[in-house]
T-cell receptor, first 112, second 114 residues
Framework: DQQVKQNSPSLSVQEGRISILNCDYT??????FLWYKKYPAEGPTFLIS?????DKNEDGRFTVFLNKSAKHLSLHIVPSQPGDSAVYFC???????????FGTGTSLTVIP | DGGITQSPKYLFRKEGQNVTLSCEQN?????MYWYRQDPGQGLRLIYY???????QKGDIAEGYSVSREKKESFPLTVTSAQKNPTAFYLC?????????????FGSGTRLTVV
């Protein structure tokens, strides 16, 4: 059973606009959340993280929002750039867990 | 430069053969992981190891085996018992007690059964 879900397999956005990628989870014990970016035939690279004691974390153009009551997190990219075109995975883990659970990914295309 | 190296990048295997995928890291990370990626699916955990000489099964361990004789190395063997081995395999490592630091991933091995 998929504990972390990304319901949008793909997203297209114009360059300069905001990209919003969504992620839902089912396990209320999850405390840590990460976003990864992946290019084809490469390993994912860590982008940004958030713990459950916060509802927002910002790093440059990337902001992650966490809504624990809704078991939902989102990644905002502003402004979007063509180089942001990649597959984005969200991942979640509990404080006592031994692994991160990954979503199925959202393929973002930023159109110049 | 510190990093995690997977080899080979592409691997072809005949049905019925075992094959071993290499994963080496020089990040001094305690924990190492093997994930499998299939089209339309998230990364699924095969095996993980938090210390040398110890490893645990993940969600899809059947048909795979691992060893952790050195901190730096965590090879994965895909055995002939694995029914659908064609996939993209990713190795990762992390500090055991720093979950927000995330994993560092290798560049992956694409295994194709012919």
């Amino acid at each position: 059973d998929q504990q972390v879900k990304q319901n949008s397999p793909s997203l297209s956005v114009q360059e300069g606009r905001i990209s919003i990628l969504n992620c839902d989870y089912t396990n209320s014990m999850f405390d840590y959340f990460l976003w990864y970016k992946k290019y084809p035939a490469e390993g994912p690279t860590f982008l940004i993280s958030i713990s459950s004691i916060k509802d927002k974390n910002e790093d440059g153009r990337f902001t992650v929002f966490l809504n624990k009551s809704a078991k939902h997190l989102s990644l905002h990219i502003v402004p979007s750039q063509p180089g942001d075109s990649a597959v984005y995975f969200c991942a979640a883990s509990s404080y006592t867990g031994n692994q991160f659970y990954f979503g199925t990914g959202t393929s973002l295309t930023v159109i110049p | 430069d510190g990093g995690i190296t997977q080899s080979p990048k592409y691997l072809f295997r005949k049905e019925g053969q075992n094959v071993t995928l290499s994963c080496e890291q020089n990040l001094n990370h305690d924990a190492m992981y093997w994930y499998r990626q299939d089209p339309g699916q998230g990364l699924r955990l095969i095996y993980y190891s938090q210390i040398v000489n110890d490893f645990q099964k993940g969600d899809i361990a059947e048909g795979y085996s691992v060893s952790r004789e050195k901190k730096e190395s965590f090879p994965l063997t895909v055995t002939s018992a694995q029914k659908n081995p064609t996939a993209f395999y990713l190795c990762a490592s992390s500090h055991r007690d720093s979950p927000l630091g995330g994993y560092t991933f290798g560049s992956g091995t694409r295994l194709t059964v012919v």
